[in-house]
């Protein structure tokens, strides 16, 4: 993954606009796909990626290579967005909508497809089945796709530590897969 070298769009303050849509196009996918791994909702992976990014772009000028690299600080703003999101559900229980379209939106197609659905279906029921941690560094891994120093600097631990624990949570997910019949090719 190629490293952007933010401070040389810093201090060209007339480059901001490219420097966002660099941001945003470099990391926009993996930042998704580190939220949906979390929500399970597009729809709701949109508006938090959205929240991401909008932070990111009132923050930049508080960005220091000196405390983190810039993906570590970028990941950082988006578990932060994810965790205001958890906490407002905690408060606000309430029936979502956006779980009905995802619903809808997955009606059945041909063979190829429900097979793929009843995998990822029981990948996301596994997944729910681990602890709020678990969840979060197979995001981070495989969702925002960091390398295990990059999680290590995200959750203050060692990268040798980081590489245990995901070790352990694929071994557990590979147990839960199995149990609900999943077949490995």
């Known amino acids: 993954m190629e490293h952007i070298d933010i401070h040389g769009y810093l201090n060209k303050s007339a480059n901001r606009e490219e420097m966002f849509t660099y941001i945003f196009e470099n990391y926009s996918q993996r930042v998704y796909n580190y939220i949906y791994y979390r929500v399970n909702s597009h729809y709701t ?106 999680i290590a600097e995200v959750l203050g631990t060692s990268s040798n530590n980081v590489g245990v624990m995901l070790f352990r949570i694929i071994k557990k997910l590979k147990i839960l897969m199995e149990k609900e019949g999943y077949m490995y090719e």
């Open 45 to 150: 992976a949109e508006d938090l990626m959205s929240t991401v990014f909008e932070k990111i772009m009132l923050k930049i000028d508080s960005y220091s290579e000196k405390k983190a690299s810039f993906e570590v600080w970028l990941f950082a703003i988006a578990r932060n967005v994810l965790n205001d999101h958890f906490r407002s559900l905690k408060r606000h229980t309430f029936f979502s909508l956006d779980i009905i379209r995802d619903l809808i939106s997955k009606q059945p197609g041909p063979e190829e497809k429900m097979i793929a659905n009843e995998a990822n279906n029981k990948l996301l029921n596994c997944l729910k089945s681990l602890s709020e941690e678990e969840r979060h560094i197979i995001a981070l891994k495989f969702g925002a796709n960091l390398k295990n120093v990059e």
